[in-house]
């Protein structure tokens, strides 16, 4: 089928490459001209392991093709996507407003049947409203549909997700176009799951709010196992191994991040009261996680008194690995504590250095190497688990710093492993490892 997608971030970009390589003919449509001119060389906007590989490809063999011009790629489309951002307002609520603009686009250039299929997480009701106000500015008598599919994409293995995922869910009030958004996703060969749109809507929403309490809750277990004496990790697999709980997203760590849990599970705090409905238990959630983000900077002041003077090897800055996305990272908070309290801060990330820059305080020196980042700090902060982190060796990393001292948010290492190291080492829920 011939499918237009508006947006070319991770879920638009992802979603037309992984579009035109299930044999669509694909245009994407981005509004910067510099961005379009590299996507059509093959060259990936975002860092997402294997995307650019299918880009080149499917660019190669004719199904996929990008532009500025609404009109060039909505021309003969039977199904428009609209994936462009809803980032955050101050108060929590979705900002629109490029959906909107998505939409009255639409109105003014399609001339025949179309589905428009709405891939951005949008509050519910959304999707009604884009129904309203495309008919409201059709040009001529044409009609068309309106689907909210939601993505459960993860950053880092997005490409992987698309063609693997656990479920396609199809929200529509047509059968004609149900019909067709389905055509379109048979050949993933995932399970498809059809209801109303305003459900479809809910569904991407409880998802990410479910996620995102599962960590906040094993995050509190964690800090109860630090002063209990027991381990999060024994506890989190014996929790997993209940089949009703499932073992996913029960790692102890310093909070979640990047660019769904934060602006969904605020976005679904404003969403239940715009219907007064007080959502006490996600507002604790994400109370929880933004307490979470300040642990190794609380861990580091109480092992060293102060932490004015100190140096201090900032390791992984993206929010996950895998990603170069710095939205919402912990190491935003953690560099701005630091700096704040007096520290300095060398940080290194494998990927995310380029994007880091926009984002971290001046301050903070971005080091171009593991090796350039530990030598001489006095502590190492543990923010992101890249494998390089992962499998650093703890003899080299001893005798790059001034005191061995590791706080790790990740959890990286066993604590055994640790301590025949000769580290002092502080991780998350589990006992502090001291040399000798």
């Avoid at 709980?245 to 991040?257: E, N, S, V």
């Amino acid at each position: 089928m011939r499918i237009a997608i508006v947006g070319t971030g991770y879920v638009g970009l992802v979603t037309g490459v992984c579009l035109s390589e299930a044999g669509h003919e694909v245009t994407c449509i981005d509004v910067d001209p510099s961005k379009v001119e590299k996507m059509k060389a093959g060259i990936s906007p975002i860092y997402e392991p294997g995307l650019e590989e299918l880009m080149k490809k499917n660019i190669e063999e004719g199904r996929l093709f990008f532009t500025t011009a609404h009109e060039e790629g909505f021309l003969n489309a039977e199904a428009i996507y609209i994936a462009v951002g809803t980032p955050p307002r101050a108060d929590g609520t979705a900002n629109l407003t490029y959906v909107e603009e998505v939409a009255r686009s639409i109105a003014q250039h399609i001339r025949s049947y179309v589905v428009v299929v709405t891939k951005s997480t949008v509050p519910v009701g959304t999707n009604r409203r884009i129904k309203e106000m495309i008919a409201q500015g059709l040009k001529g008598r044409v009609s068309f549909d309106v689907v909210s599919n939601p993505e459960f994409l993860r950053e880092g293995t997005a490409v992987h997700d698309a063609f693997k995922g656990d479920r396609i869910v199809i929200g529509s009030d047509s059968k004609r176009a149900a019909a067709l958004i389905e055509e379109i996703n048979a050949p993933f060969g995932i399970p498809i799951y059809h209801t109303d749109i305003s459900s479809a809507e809910m569904i991407k929403y409880a998802s990410n709010a479910f996620l995102a309490t599962k960590i906040s809750f094993i995050n509190e277990i964690s800090a109860l196992c630090e002063k209990l004496g027991a381990n999060v990790e024994d506890v989190a697999q014996g929790m997993g191994m209940d089949q009703r709980i499932g073992g996913q997203f029960l790692r102890a760590g310093i909070g979640y991040g990047g660019s769904c849990f934060p602006k969904d599970t605020k976005a679904l705090v404003q969403i239940a009261g715009n219907v007064e409905h007080e959502f006490d238990l996600l507002k604790s959630v994400i109370q929880v996680n933004n307490k979470q983000q300040r642990l190794l900077v609380d861990k580091a002041r109480s092992r060293f008194g102060a932490l004015e003077g100190k140096t201090v090897a900032l390791l992984g800055l993206a929010f996950k690995p895998h990603t170069d996305d710095m939205r919402e990272s912990a190491s935003i908070v953690i560099s701005e504590q630091l700096l704040a309290e007096g520290a300095m801060v060398k940080a290194y990330d494998p990927i995310a250095g380029a994007s880091a820059k926009q984002l971290l305080p001046g301050a903070v020196e971005l080091a171009t190497s593991l090796e350039e980042a530990l030598n001489g700090a006095d502590c190492v902060f543990i923010v992101t688990d890249w494998p390089e982190f992962k499998q650093m060796e703890l003899d080299r990393v001893r005798t790059l710093l001034k005191q061995p001292v590791i706080f790790d948010g990740r959890n990286c290492f066993s604590l055994d492993h640790a301590a025949q190291h000769g580290v002092e080492y502080h991780s998350i829920g589990r006992a502090s490892v001291y040399p000798g």
